[in-house]
Structures are given as C-alpha cells and as structure tokens.
C-alpha cells in the first residue's frame, strides 16, 4: 500500500494567466480516506488527475510512496481510477468488463478468474456477471466500474465524483457501500466530490480547495466545528453559516446594519473572556442555522439577543428552517418541529455566547477560542 505526497505541485494550463494548482503541499497516508472537495475550477479533479498521471505537472512533485511519479506512466503508477461516467464497455458483460483489464496485463486466467469473482462477491455483482451494461441499474453500473478498480489490486484508488449520476436515494446506499469497501480494503482512497455530505460522511480527512489552495485539511468534525476562514464556514454545512459583520464596541460587541437598516445592535459581553487574541475593530461574526435558539427561555444559557421577524418557513419533517430578517441581515435557524411560528411573528433569537464564531476582517481567518 501508498502514501501520497505532494510538494510544491502547481499544474498552469497553456493560456492560462491563473495556475488552476497553486503550489499545493499535502500528505495524505497509507490506508487514509481523503475527500478533495470544493466548488467548481477550484482544482480538485485536476490534481486527483496529476496523480493518476492523466494530467502533467507543471512544477513540484507528487510521490506514490516512496516514488516520484512526476514522469511516469498511468500504467506504471498502480492506481486505480473510478470515473463519473462508470466508461464501462457496452458490447462487453460484467465478466468481460472486470476481467479486461487483467487481460492486457497478461494475468493468468486463474487469477483473473478468483480476482473476478472475489470482486464480484464484494460487490453483490455474482448474479449479474452475464449481463450486459445496459441490462444494469445505475448502482449496479457503478459497482461495475468499482469492480474493474478492485480487480487490479492497486496500492491507491481514486474516485472523480462516482456518484454525480446517481439519484439522491442511490447516492447514500453508494456512499455507505464505498466506505465499507474502504474498511475492507484497507487500501488508500482518493475521492473527488462537489458534495459536503459526501465530504462529511465518507472522509477520514478532508482537503478543503478554493481556487487552486488549499483552506483547510483535517478531519471533518474540526472542519465544521472551527473553520479556518469564512469560505470553509460557508461551505461546510446545510443550510450555510450566517455570517454577519461586526464592531468592536464600549460594551463588547455591536451587530452593523444591513440591507435597508441604519441601526446598530449591541451586544454586552467580555469577548476576551472566550476568544484568545487577535480581535480587530471590525470583523465577522458567524453562526450555523442550528445553535441558533428561537424565544428561548432557559436561562442557564448565556445568550446574544437580536429581535428578528419569520419571514419563511421550511418543515422538513425531522427539523424546520426558518428565514429570519434580523436589522436587515438574513438569518437561517434550523430548529425543532415543535418549535411554533408563523410567517411575518416577530420573534427574539438567541444566539449562545459559546457557539458563535468571530473571523478578521482583513483576512477572513478565524479568531481562535479559548476552549480550542
């Protein structure tokens, strides 16, 4: 099996003014789950892709264990790619699909065979090994093409958004069942996605991209819970956190006005007695939907209060979004069921003093907490 190393790697496009990779150093290790995930054109395929040997690397190096692998082949690298489209033979069965590429690799046909079918038995493929693609659903296409990858024995897989074609019920059974090939592998896999859920769910640990750099690598609970900057708090998390800017005041902290409002809220409270240091004069305040508290009424809990009126409601059966207007700022609170409003109901949400974030505004990085 494989770490993964990349140095310095930046990967320009001819034409380019802008690096698509700007000098990304990762580690990623043997046997690890590792999720590139990130907007459209931040980089993610691109530099699962300089791995596989697909795309060339401008500068710096990518190392497959102890090997550079800058110069060398696709075929020489002993990886194995899962594509979005599954790129299965459609004249072909599911045996011939499998067993192809072990084939050219003049594999003896009693290992192709064993390796055929122990990955059909894996995969839950044995009764539709005679099938053609196009007799297969679109989960079963994609253990096909998962097949194909396990057959190779390769010390390192890699996955460009598999699950993109999938709908949403199939993308969970998807999901759960490439983390458990993962755990019975106990090989190094690479996945690519768009999807934070994915991200989230699937992930050891995440590589976080925006524009070609990387924002944050970690594991997905840090992630969520202490951002490094307002894009990654943005990102991660459904709906998004709220964001706000604020001001440093006389009695701690004033909330600034937003669209259509000139007043200011302030807020009384001790910022250095739960933030280290770094504060500026204004910064950003964030929260996410779900710490937000509607007409809370335990007093245990310090709280920031801000008068805001429901201006739409969510049910979504298990929670309920609410669409506050709070001194002309939007904000989204993900609360109980029980939780009774109604549309246009001026409510008070509290926000607890433990779980808001604050990030600079110069830079947008994330002004560290105490308890950290």
């Known amino acids: 099996m494989a770490s993964i190393n990349f140095s310095k790697v930046v990967k320009t496009y001819e034409g380019a003014k802008e690096s698509t990779v700007k000098g990304i150093d990762l580690h990623i290790e043997d046997k690890e789950f ?21 795309e060339d690397i401008t500068s710096g190096d990518i190392r497959i264990g102890d090997v550079v692998v800058n110069n ?15 790129a299965l033979y459609p004249h072909m069965n599911v045996r ?35 099938r053609l693609p196009k007799q297969l659903s679109g989960g ?3 253990r096909v093409a998962l097949g194909r990858a396990i057959v190779r024995e390769p010390k390192v897989f890699l996955m460009d958004e598999p699950l993109s074609n999938l709908d949403a019920k199939l993308r969970v059974q998807m999901r759960a069942e490439i983390k458990k090939l ?9 996945y690519v996605t768009h999807d934070q859920v994915e991200a989230m769910t699937m992930a050891d640990r995440i590589v976080l991209l925006h524009e070609g750099i990387i924002q944050q690598y970690d594991v997905p609970a840090v992630i969520y819970d202490r951002p490094a900057n307002v894009f990654v708090a943005t990102f991660i998390g459904s709906p998004p956190m709220n964001i ?12 600034q006005p937003g669209k259509n409002s000139d007043r200011t809220h302030d807020w009384q409270i001790a910022l250095g007695d739960h933030f280290a240091d770094g504060f500026e004069d204004d910064m950003f305040m964030g929260i996410r939907p779900e710490h937000i508290l509607i007409n809370n009424t335990d007093k245990s809990i310090q709280t920031l ?27 989204n609170a993900r609360v109980e069921p029980s939780v009774q409003v109604e549309v246009g109901q001026s409510v008070t949400a509290h926000i607890p003093v433990n779980r808001f974030h604050l990030f600079k505004q110069s830079d947008t990085t994330r002004i560290k907490r105490k308890a950290d």
């Open 34 to 54: 590792v999720v590139l995930v990130g907007p459209s054109g931040c980089g993610k395929s691109t530099s699962l892709r300089m791995v596989a040997g697909l």
């Open 244 to 255: 706000a800017k604020v001001k440093r005041s006389d009695k701690g902290m004033a909330l």
């Open 140 to 142: 079963q296409r994609q």
């Open 96 to 130: 011939e699909n499998l067993s192809f590429g072990l084939k050219l690799r003049k594999i003896p046909e009693s290992e192709i065979s064993s390796r055929v079918n122990e990955a059909a038995q894996i995969l839950g493929l044995t009764d539709y090994l005679d």
């Open 182 to 190: 993962h755990q019975r592998l106990r090989t190094t896999f690479v």
């Open 305 to 331: 209060e801000l008068p805001c009126k429901v201006e739409l409601i969510e049910p979504m059966g298990a929670e309920t979004y609410l669409y506050l207007e709070c001194n002309g700022h939007s904000l």
């Open 72 to 86: 060398l082949p696709p075929k020489d690298r002993d990886i194995a790619m899962v594509f979005q489209n599954y």
